[in-house]
């Protein structure tokens, strides 16, 4: 079974900074896309981040040149750089991998995490 853990959540500041991380775990073959979404009370999930295996990076547009997405190919771990956060940031923040699970052929699956609760405010 695969998991991911995210870690990094709380309560900060208009204008702080936070950083998430998110570890994978489990009978993964080979880890593809990875990134971060979030979703505010009453609002649908949204893209923040994700970046492929080889770097290139995609961003949301409320967040382009505040948040910067990384990985860790060998931790298989993907972070979230949150800076000059602002109220409207305020959201459970979700990891997501798109993976090959080793033993289970060749397709790709999506992976969630359980979500980590970020709260802007003074």
């Known amino acids: 079974q695969v998991q991911l853990v995210e870690s990094g959540g709380g309560l900060v500041q208009p204008g702080g900074s936070l950083r998430l991380s998110c570890a994978a775990s489990?009978?993964?073959?080979?880890?593809?896309?990875m990134g971060w979404y979030r979703q505010a009370p009453g609002k649908e999930r949204d893209l923040v981040a994700d970046?492929?295996?080889?770097?290139?990076?995609r961003y949301g547009d409320s967040v382009k040149g505040r948040f910067t997405v990384s990985r860790d190919n060998a931790k298989k771990t993907v972070d979230l750089q949150m800076n000059s956060l602002k109220p409207e940031d305020t959201a459970v923040y979700y990891c997501y991998m798109k993976a090959v699970r080793a033993g289970w052929g060749p397709r790709e699956y999506d992976h969630w995490g359980q979500g980590t609760q970020v709260t802007v405010s003074s």
């Open positions: 970046i492929t295996v080889d770097g290139i990076t």
């Open positions: 489990g009978s993964i073959f080979r880890i593809s896309d």
